[in-house]
């Protein structure tokens, strides 16, 4: 019997923090557009109310959305990629994910831009960690 190992549940190896900046870029526009979101001023113009509580439900869904798939995408790196060794390196590393997954719990029951920002800021902490693990470099680049 020939034993393997992997270090995940899939053995793809394939790990990028970029799926994880994505989703919080796509909570940041989210909340700028929530707080942008302007309440019609006519109350008998039912059809611009009706229209206004879609989109602001349509807004909150996708924010709640993204910021789940943050954590879902940060979690994978931290449960499945990282390992006990990198502690040695990143002695941080447990509290840098721990923060980052607040940040995005944070997200979800806040309309922020200061809690948006802050779950960038953890993201991309996490980016240049993920990277230097790897000894490279990537730039950290916005698609927004």
């Known amino acids: 019997m020939t034993e393997v190992f992997a270090h995940c549940d899939g053995p793809c190896g394939v790990y990028d923090p970029a799926s994880a900046r994505i989703a919080a870029e796509a909570v940041v526009s989210m909340t ?13 113009n039912e059809q611009a109310i009706l229209e206004y509580h879609n989109t602001l439900a349509r807004y909150i869904a996708i924010k709640e959305q993204e910021a789940q798939k943050c954590k879902d995408e940060l979690l994978i790196l931290w449960t499945d990629y990282f390992k006990p060794t990198h502690l040695e390196v990143f002695p941080k590393l447990h509290e840098t994910f721990w923060m980052a997954a607040k940040a995005c719990s944070d997200c979800k029951v806040h309309v922020s831009m200061e809690s948006a920002q802050t779950l960038m800021e953890k993201v991309k902490e996490i980016h240049e960690l993920f990277w230097k693990s790897k000894n490279r470099e990537v730039a950290w680049t916005l698609a927004s």
């Not at 700028?32 to 006519?42: V, W």
């Open 32 to 44: 700028k557009k929530l707080l942008d979101l302007k309440r019609p001023t006519d109350p008998e």
